[in-house]
């Protein structure tokens, strides 16, 4: 009798464990697939304008300290990234209480994850809350200042659209005025989100460029904040769901319609460029060992040079512009490349 108790509970213990390993080796996979729905997260009438930045900023801090939970003591962080971006920080803040429950939700306190962002493979996992309020940051940027979706109703149609197939419960449908409710109570006007600020993409670009650059520009501004997914699928899209750095770089070529010989591999693109001494803006930048490809690759990333110090890319915090004369990129600097 005790040998088929022993038998029995052993039996249950792989009945339990085995899914549970199968689901964290499919959640940690590095395929992708193509779904093309917007990264985010219904629509009520009107036409809310998103024109200027206001809010009580004492109603504000009370508000997200009293009910914030994981992230009440984030007040300064979140005003810092949404006046960065060019948004309310009513506006942040408020979908971060729709998506987390006011920071109680298992995608904040496992995955820093603060406004329901996804991939591919589900919830986007970030290393800090401070990065993931950095991620919503941007994202919201690519929405409403990018991409000009400059009403609540206009974002909820991106942001949380009615009818998308990862929403069975129809949750969606309440996203808008849910997310405008929670704006007053943090003492916002929903009439004034958009802030029309930012530095995000307002880059001076000084000296030489190449003669495609400023609407190449224009077009990869357009997609900042897009979410960063190893091996993401090449699209003409004009606006992909996700996007490595190859992809990223390949794609702004080809929407551009100018014929390419590399595919979407950083070190297939470096292979098949030139390597100017001096860049221009709308050439490529290359970087060395950022991580192991497995492939025995010098070059493991790319961007597109933007101006003498700044880059536009995609990297693990999404599509967005960066400095490549200090810090990290500059340590991982390899040369610059110019399509033949």
């Known amino acids: 009798?005790?040998?088929?108790?022993?038998?029995?509970?052993?039996?249950?213990l792989l009945i339990i464990f085995i899914p549970l390993m199968m689901i964290n080796m499919f959640a940690n996979s590095d395929e992708t697939d193509s779904e093309s729905e917007d990264v985010a997260c219904s629509v009520v009438s009107g036409d809310t304008k998103l024109t200027t930045k206001e809010f009580d900023v004492a109603k504000f801090k009370k508000e997200i300290q009293a009910k914030?939970?994981?992230?009440?003591?984030?007040?300064?962080?979140?005003?810092?990234?949404?006046?960065?971006?060019?948004?309310?920080?009513?506006?942040?803040?408020?979908?971060?209480?729709?998506?987390t429950g006011?920071?109680?939700?298992?995608a904040i306190k496992y995955d820093n994850n603060p406004s329901g962002q996804m991939n591919s493979q589900g919830v986007i996992h970030?290393?800090?809350?401070?990065?993931?309020?950095?991620?919503?940051?941007k994202t919201l940027r690519n929405l409403v200042v990018e991409r000009k979706l400059d009403t609540i109703a206009k974002l909820g149609s991106a942001y949380?659209?009615?009818?998308?197939s990862n929403d069975s419960q129809h949750l969606n449908n309440n996203w808008v005025?849910?997310?405008?409710?929670?704006?007053?109570?943090?003492?916002?006007?929903?009439?004034?989100?958009?802030?029309?600020?930012g530095c995000e993409s307002d880059?001076?670009?000084?000296?030489?460029?190449?003669?495609?650059?400023?609407?190449?520009?224009?077009?990869?501004?357009?997609?900042?904040?897009?979410?960063?997914?190893?091996?993401?699928?090449?699209?003409?899209?004009?606006?992909?769901?996700?996007?490595?750095?190859?992809?990223?770089?390949l794609w702004l070529f080809q929407k551009q319609g100018i014929s390419v010989k590399f595919n979407r591999i950083a070190q297939d693109q470096y292979n098949k460029t030139t390597h100017p001494k001096e860049a221009k803006a709308g050439d490529l930048i290359f970087f060395q060992k950022t991580y192991d490809t497995g492939?025995?690759?010098?070059?493991?990333?790319?961007?597109?040079?933007?101006?003498?110090?700044?880059?536009?890319?995609?990297?693990?915090?999404g599509v967005g512009i960066a400095d490549f004369t200090k810090g990290y990129w500059q340590q991982h600097f390899y040369a610059f490349g110019r399509v033949k």
């Open 203 to 249: 880059v001076q670009v000084t000296g030489e460029k190449m003669n495609y650059f400023d609407e190449m520009f224009e077009r990869g501004k357009s997609v900042i904040g897009t979410p960063y997914s190893l091996g993401a699928a090449q699209t003409m899209s004009d606006h992909p769901a996700f996007f490595d750095c190859g992809s990223f770089t």
């Open 295 to 317: 492939r025995s690759e010098v070059v493991t990333h790319v961007g597109m040079v933007v101006s003498k110090t700044q880059f536009i890319g995609a990297n693990g915090s």
């Open 126 to 137: 970030y290393e800090t809350l401070d990065k993931g309020i950095e991620a919503t940051g």
């Open 68 to 99: 914030g939970h994981a992230y009440k003591d984030k007040v300064d962080k979140i005003i810092e990234v949404a006046n960065k971006a060019g948004v309310n920080p009513a506006l942040m803040a408020a979908i971060m209480a729709s998506e």
């Open 160 to 164: 949380a659209p009615v009818g998308a």
């Open 177 to 197: 005025p849910t997310v405008s409710k929670i704006m007053e109570q943090l003492g916002g006007n929903v009439d004034k989100i958009f802030t029309g600020g």
């Open 102 to 106: 006011w920071g109680v939700s298992d």
């Open 1 to 12: 009798m005790k040998k088929i108790l022993i038998s029995f509970a052993i039996f249950m």
